[in-house]
């Protein structure tokens, strides 16, 4: 990364941060800061710590800068929040629990690392690593393992037995088997005993439940990262050794005002439960405040970034410094505009590097710039460094581009050229999909029970069970009928409507109505699946045309769409180019919503057909859908 990184060394007070940035504890300040070259800067300034930690004022934030760094170092971490709001029970299943426990668990291995978090991602109370560490079970082959002993010991750490295994943090067991999906790990492992011991440990698919690969080892980490009721807790920033770590701070006076507002909101959060009638335990939740974190910031060595010459109060200052750096101005895909821009760069002994998401079109745009006597060239080597006048191009990752005019040395992003047209689509939301948080439910909202069918969901209640107070969900049915689910079991009801949608016909607990609705579906199932299963047999029996692998047309033409594919899209593109390159009779179906990718897949297997000299049929339903089609089809060509 020489290319980026070797400029800050010619900058009048880099060598001396870099020699006073870990002389104790507080703060060195970095004003004129912007955006993306903030990651810039702290990666430079990164070597020589084994943990880094990067503050930022919001999840949005994080996100970026969680990115941006990635391409510079892979071994960062991305450590999301906790909702603090929501904190008994885990409403997003077991996934954001997943996230921050495999950075706990790289942080208490001692990995080099550096971590992108939220200011309010430190606010919440966690178990001390020694605590998560020593609860940590080890399964070896060729050791023991009492089997009713290990199913206490999975239930303590918060995994779920179940019939047969979904996902993580559940557990399974059959007679002398014992399934369990480890919360960090990628597959589920099944442990075969003889007696009490260990026969087999190997990995298997959930699906098909076939074994993968076998193992020697396997370590299982609790699913419940904060303390229970007696149990002393930590800040996330307790987890990190002050001697061994440096902390970046994106803006402290935005990290202040994020800390106090999550504060503030906690706060009257904790009012309204307790003038509902909820009683709050000792211990049953701690939130750290603005101040707490504040002073433990002031026992690390830190850099703050800052754009202007703002004081954060209560932070603990060492040194300032101040830079020379700002933003590229967007192009608006104006290629005229670019080249006029990088002509003056040129003149003036600029060092530019140009960074695109795909390297055939950092290659492509090297080519470019040549037919404008630009001195441009493509480099896969990051580590060599472009002299005054002279333009490379690259593979990389950066939101915006920067400038540090002083050195004469500038980063252009395609974003800057194009502006945001490589963007992830949001996953628009639909009814009847699993629920994974309670901010989706209000109450009236009509839900579906798997085993009891349609009710209302009312809201959540305090019931007391054998002395034990949970919270649990209140969904009301037809004839007065009313279900208690506890909080844990999200995962069990679908949204069917919102309270404002037509009125549908509720369920009634205990009647049959659900079950002959569930019969007569099953049998419908069945019926179609038979046909199916006739239809294929004959299908199987003949062979159909075989396509050649991608082109160079084909890649470059892939290169032109202004989206970046979902992981679903790269899924179904490579399903249907395996399809096409197959000698089976192509049969497949692509489903999706409206705005999900589904043209850009079919155009991508027209451009595979048409180059084979084979015609293409696009059928759609309407006249104004086949004009909306046939014009991205002319704009594609």
Not at 12 to 26: F, L
Not at 255 to 283: H, N, P, T, W
Not at 337 to 353: C, M, T
Not at 601 to 622: N, S
Request: aromatic residues 10%; charged residues 30%; contains cysteine.
């Amino acid at each position: 990364m020489q290319a980026l990184i070797h400029p800050l060394t010619e900058l009048a007070d880099y060598e001396e941060i870099v020699k006073n940035k870990r002389k104790g504890p507080g703060a060195i300040r970095i004003l004129g800061c912007v955006n993306s070259q903030k990651t810039h800067m702290m990666y430079g300034l990164s070597d020589g710590c084994r943990h880094k930690v990067i503050i930022c004022s919001s999840e949005s934030k994080a996100k970026q800068i969680y990115e941006e760094y990635r391409f510079l170092d892979r071994s960062v971490y991305l450590y999301p929040a906790k909702d603090l709001l929501f904190y008994q029970a885990d409403l997003r299943s077991k996934e954001l629990v997943r996230e921050r426990m495999e950075v706990l668990e790289a942080v208490i291995e001692g990995r080099p690392l550096t971590v992108v978090a939220s200011f309010d991602a430190l606010m919440d109370s966690l178990l001390p690593k020694e605590i998560i560490a020593g609860r940590t079970i080890r399964v070896s082959y060729d050791g023991t393992l009492e089997l009713s002993a290990m199913e206490k010991a999975l239930a303590d750490l918060g995994y779920e037995r179940v019939v047969q295994i979904e996902g993580p943090g559940q557990f399974a067991v059959r007679g002398g088997i014992l399934d369990v999906f480890p919360l960090t790990e990628e597959l589920p492992v099944r442990i075969e005993l003889w007696g009490d011991e260990v026969d087999s440990i190997r990995t298997f698919d959930v699906e098909s439940q076939r074994s993968i690969e076998n193992l020697t080892e396997v370590s299982i980490s609790p699913s419940i990262e904060f303390p229970g009721e007696g149990e002393q807790g930590v800040s996330f920033l307790d987890y990190f050794p002050a001697d061994e770590t440096l902390l970046f701070l994106d803006e402290p006076v935005r990290l202040m005002e994020k800390g106090q507002g999550v504060e503030e909101e906690f706060i009257e959060a904790q009012k309204k439960r307790v003038e509902s009638g909820y009683e709050l335990k000792d211990g049953e939740v701690r939130l750290y405040g603005t101040e707490e974190i504040l002073n433990r910031i002031n026992t690390y060595s830190s850099i703050g970034f800052y754009a202007l010459d703002m004081r954060c109060k209560g932070l603990l200052i060492r040194e300032s410094y101040h830079i020379q750096a700002k933003s590229v101005n967007p192009y608006n895909s104006s290629f005229e505009l670019l080249i006029q821009d990088l002509k003056r760069l040129k003149r003036n002994g600029y060092r530019v590097v140009l960074l695109s998401g795909s390297r055939t079109r950092a290659k492509r745009l090297a080519e470019d710039l040549r037919d404008y006597n630009l001195s441009s060239y493509y480099s896969d080597d990051l580590d060599r460094l472009a002299e005054p006048g002279e333009i490379m191009t690259a593979y990389g990752h950066v939101a915006e581009g920067y400038e540090y005019p002083m050195l004469k040395f500038t980063v252009i992003s395609e974003t800057d050229i194009f502006g945001k047209v490589k963007k992830k689509k949001k996953r628009k939301t639909y009814e009847g999909r699993k629920i994974q948080s309670f901010s989706e439910l209000k109450p009236g909202d009509y839900v579906v029970h798997e085993n009891h069918g349609l009710g209302i969901y009312q809201g959540i209640e305090k019931i007391e069970v054998d002395k034990i107070t949970k919270d649990y969900m209140k969904i009301s049915y037809a004839q007065g009928g009313n279900l208690y689910i506890p909080a844990t079991q999200l995962d069990l009801i679908q949204k069917y409507a919102s309270a404002d949608a037509k009125k549908p016909k509720l369920n009634r607990l205990g009647g049959q109505d659900w079950t002959r609705t569930k019969t007569r579906v099953k049998g419908a199932v069945r019926e179609i699946a038979r046909d199916l299963v006739e239809l294929y047999a004959a299908r199987q029996e003949q062979e159909g045309y075989e396509y050649g692998e991608d082109t160079v047309w084909q890649k470059e033409f892939e290169e032109m769409f202004p989206f970046e594919e979902t992981e679903d899209q790269l899924l179904a593109i490579d399903a249907v180019k395996r399809d096409m390159q197959s000698k089976k009779i192509m049969d497949r179906l692509i489903c999706g919503d409206v705005g999900y990718g589904k043209t850009e897949i079919a155009i991508r297997a027209a451009f595979k057909a048409v180059q084979e000299d084979k015609q293409v049929v696009y059928l759609v339903p309407t006249t104004i859908l086949a004009q909306q089609h046939y014009n991205t089809l002319i704009w594609g060509s």
